[in-house]
């Protein structure tokens, strides 16, 4: 997991590392990405370990957390629809995406995209 988080710190450049510990976090728990969630198509069982499902949390959040789904873990957390619209912006998700396991194919594929476009920017940047 030691290059997924160096790309994370990439994608999130504004976060304090040297005072807060963070942890990387399954949007959607990797505990669900299993035959047992009937939710889920099956060509995603093993898909739960990918970029496009990891994001940076503090410690403690990520621990409070847990394995809740993602839409259910949002509205515990922000309590208006102004909040979690701005924390899906923030971490490259389409905030009209509702974050169902239905709609995990539609939020694979534009998050993908978000990230690609922001590493590009940083890693490739045009020249002036």
Do not use: C
Not at 47 to 52: I, P, Q
Not at 67 to 79: G, N, Q, R, S, T
Request: hydrophobic letters at 30%.
């Amino acid at each position: 997991m030691t290059e997924s988080f160096l790309i994370l710190q990439i994608l999130y450049p504004n976060l304090n590392y040297k005072t807060t510990t963070f942890h990387i976090d399954h949007i959607y728990p990797k505990s669900k990405f299993n035959e047992k969630n009937k939710k889920l198509d099956k060509d995603f069982y093993k898909w739960g370990n990918y970029l496009y499902n990891l994001q940076l949390l503090e410690g403690a959040e990520n621990g409070a957390k847990k394995d809740k789904d993602p839409e259910v873990w949002l509205k515990e957390e922000y309590k208006d629809e102004r909040a979690i619209e701005e924390y899906k912006k923030r971490n490259y998700i389409d905030p009209n995406l509702k974050l169902e396991w239905e709609n995990i194919k539609e939020f694979r594929e534009t998050r993908e995209e978000a990230i690609i476009t922001k590493l590009k920017e940083v890693l490739l940047p045009k020249s002036s």
